[in-house]
């Protein structure tokens, strides 16, 4: 089974599926890579809150919701976190704030002018998911993964949140994306005809049509992980961008083995 999340990282560098599924590195814990964690779990728990934010903001005031919203996650840093949790995390925790507390600003301004163009109610089907970090797996695919909500607004669709960069690079998101929808497809036995990438930094929603193109090259992708993974070993530096080398987490062991 090839992880939706796999065919992203593909398109990313797919040396780095051969490091970690098949050379079994694990990148070294270092403080950006924790820094990394910390507001990934923070901006998802935010993104998952988005009913609860607007359903306590009846009078407009959405940034008082979402201020006491992000006191209460990061009371609870350490439970959010789980496995992930080192002590110097709450090292960290300052600084995330406040970049989360900067970005809230954009939220409410979403939220706001999302109440005002559909009405709050409208509003609240769209930000409610049916369904959160949702299991999916399909032997006929040969793909798993966990999606970050499934929204049932009449169709299904899913949505793949982005607590980090806002590149997608080589449209690794979108193919991640619609991995999930095929998944969602075979495993409900109804079209999902598209999706949304939201991106928690900028509070963008990128809508992705499942075309057949896009899920032709989600299936090749799927097949060029597989082969990796069965032990053909891609060079170094495999996409000609030393920029990403000089910011990758295993550039060490990349550039030694
Ligand atoms: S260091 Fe470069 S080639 Fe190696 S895994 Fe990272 S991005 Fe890929």
């Known amino acids: 089974m090839i992880r939706a999340s796999d065919l992203n990282r593909?398109?990313?560098?797919?040396?780095?599926?051969?490091?970690?599924?098949?050379?079994?590195?694990?990148?070294?814990?270092?403080?950006?890579?924790?820094?990394?964690?910390v507001g990934h779990a923070v901006r998802h728990e935010i993104s998952l809150r988005q009913r609860r934010i607007l359903d306590e903001s009846r009078d407009g005031e959405y940034m008082t919701s979402l201020n006491s919203q992000i006191d209460e996650i990061f009371s609870d840093l350490r439970g959010l976190m789980g496995?992930?949790?080192?002590?110097?995390?709450?090292?960290?925790?300052?600084?995330v704030k406040h970049e989360v507390i900067q970005e809230a600003r954009l939220l409410a301004s979403d939220l706001d002018a999302m109440v005002s163009d559909v009405g709050l109610k409208r509003a609240l089907a769209i930000v409610s998911p049916w369904q959160v970090d949702y299991p999916l797996e399909s032997k006929n695919l040969g793909l798993t993964g966990r999606v970050d909500k499934v929204i049932n607004d009449g169709v299904l669709m899913p949505v793949d949140i982005k607590t980090g960069s806002t590149?997608?690079?080589?449209?690794?998101?979108?193919?991640?994306?619609?991995?999930?929808?095929?998944?969602?497809?075979?495993?409900?036995?109804?079209?999902?005809?598209?999706?949304?990438?939201?991106?928690?930094?900028?509070?963008?929603k990128k809508p992705v049509v499942f075309t057949d193109k896009l899920k032709a090259k989600t299936l090749d992708t799927r097949d060029a992980v597989k082969e990796i993974i069965d032990g053909v070993e891609p060079p170094v530096c495999p996409h000609g961008e030393p920029?990403?080398?000089?910011?990758?987490?295993?550039k060490d062991d990349c550039y030694r083995i």
């Open 10 to 37: 593909y398109c990313f560098c797919p040396r780095s599926i051969y490091l970690t599924d098949v050379a079994q590195i694990t990148p070294p814990v270092t403080l950006e890579l924790l820094r990394g964690r």
């Open 83 to 95: 496995a992930d949790w080192r002590s110097e995390c709450s090292l960290l925790a300052d600084d």
């Open 167 to 204: 590149v997608d690079w080589g449209g690794g998101d979108a193919l991640q994306l619609c991995a999930y929808g095929m998944l969602i497809e075979d495993t409900f036995k109804q079209h999902v005809p598209y999706g949304i990438i939201e991106y928690t930094r900028t509070v963008e």
């Open 243 to 250: 920029k990403k080398c000089e910011a990758c987490n295993l």
